[in-house]
């Protein structure tokens, strides 16, 4: 139980295109999903919470009209990379819970490369 | 503000040994859980053991144990007869309290090596 789907699972693109990247919890509800950016030999830095039905909410330093969060129902999460360019380039992680006490269970993670 | 350990960068050890991995945290805070995420090189991130702090006994799945000194504030991992599946990064967890967005503290991670 508790999977959660990432995809796409790699992303090359040129320069200035706009990269959608999806989140879905295939056998659980869940409230909250997170979206992290993890660069190389680093750890996990979170860039937004998304509850369903709201608007996400950014850590200090990241770009909502960058990174565009959509939360539309209990099961899919969607990261929007838009215009993006060469440092946007790394691996994207989403999470899901159900509730506050749940463990976060991850995707396999996106990475992305921007030519 | 809360914070959260890892000592250790790096550790390697022959298959079949025991290792342990160290993690610390600060809170005020007195019932919260605490979580050991492994990431091996495919880079899925795979939770490991989960520690619920009002709970005097330490968790326990499978080959791996964790050491909860909640004085200390301590929550070691331990590995017991290591296998070469187990090499990967290693990093402890701890939510944002009060639970509010349930967000996660991240450790920085220790990459462990097992040797064959």
């Known amino acids: 139980g508790a999977v959660v789907s990432q995809h796409p699972s790699w992303v090359i693109c040129k320069s200035g295109t706009s990269v959608k990247i999806e989140c879905r919890s295939l056998?659980?509800?869940?409230?909250?999903m997170f979206w992290y950016r993890q660069f190389p030999k680093q750890s996990l830095m979170l860039m937004a919470t998304s509850n369903e039905g709201s608007k996400a909410t950014y850590e200090q330093g990241v770009e909502k009209d960058k990174f565009l969060i959509n939360h539309a129902s209990l099961t899919l999460s969607t990261l929007t990379v838009t215009s993006a360019h060469p440092e946007d380039s790394s691996f994207y992680i989403c999470?899901?819970?159900?509730?506050?006490?749940?463990?976060?269970?991850f995707g396999d993670g996106t990475r992305l490369s921007i030519l | 503000a809360q914070t959260v350990t890892q000592s250790q960068p790096e550790m390697s050890v022959q298959e079949a040994e025991t290792v342990t991995l160290s993690c610390t945290y600060d809170?005020?805070?007195?019932?919260?859980?605490l979580f050991w995420y492994k990431q091996p090189p495919s880079r899925q991130m795979i939770l490991v053991i989960r520690q619920e702090a009002y709970k005097q006994q330490n968790a326990t799945e499978n080959r791996f144990s964790v050491n909860f000194q909640k004085a200390a504030k301590s929550f070691s991992l331990k590995i017991s007869d290591s296998q070469l599946g187990d090499t990967a990064m290693y990093f402890c967890a701890f939510p944002v309290l009060p639970y509010s967005n349930y967000q996660l503290i991240w450790g920085a991670g220790t990459k462990l090596i097992i040797k064959p």
């Open positions: 999470s899901a819970s159900s509730w506050g006490n749940q463990p976060q269970h």
């Open positions: 809170t005020s805070e007195n019932n919260y859980y």
């Open positions: 056998d659980f509800q869940a409230t909250t």
